[in-house]
């Protein structure tokens, strides 16, 4: 029995994410961090302390993923008052 080909999907879905974020801008990068957050939020809560995630620890997943968050919304005040 022979193993089935790689499927690249994981490509197909990072150049989704980035022509999302380059065509919506600062809206889709904190739409995505928000959306990440949350999913990270309640695994967290249901126990899950380590992730697939290169970063790991939940902990530094939630962070980078505010830190994201707020510089998304960073610009799009700046984008708003210009």
């Known amino acids: ?12 879905v990072y150049a989704t994410v980035a ?3 380059w ?4 809206i889709a990068v904190l739409g995505f961090a928000v959306l990440g957050f949350v999913g990270y939020w309640r695994a967290r809560r249901a126990g899950l302390t380590r992730s697939k995630c290169v970063l790991r620890d939940t902990r ?6 505010a830190a994201i968050a707020l510089a998304a919304t960073a610009a799009l005040a700046y984008q708003l008052a210009t």
Do not use: E, K, Q
Not at 3 to 9: G, K, R, V
Not at 23 to 26: D, E, V
Not at 60 to 65: D, F, G, I, Q
């Open 1 to 12: 029995m022979s193993t089935p080909p790689y499927d690249p999907l994981r490509l197909c």
């Open 19 to 21: 022509l999302l974020a």
């Open 23 to 26: 065509l919506l801008g600062p």
């Open 60 to 65: 530094l997943v939630l962070t980078y993923l």
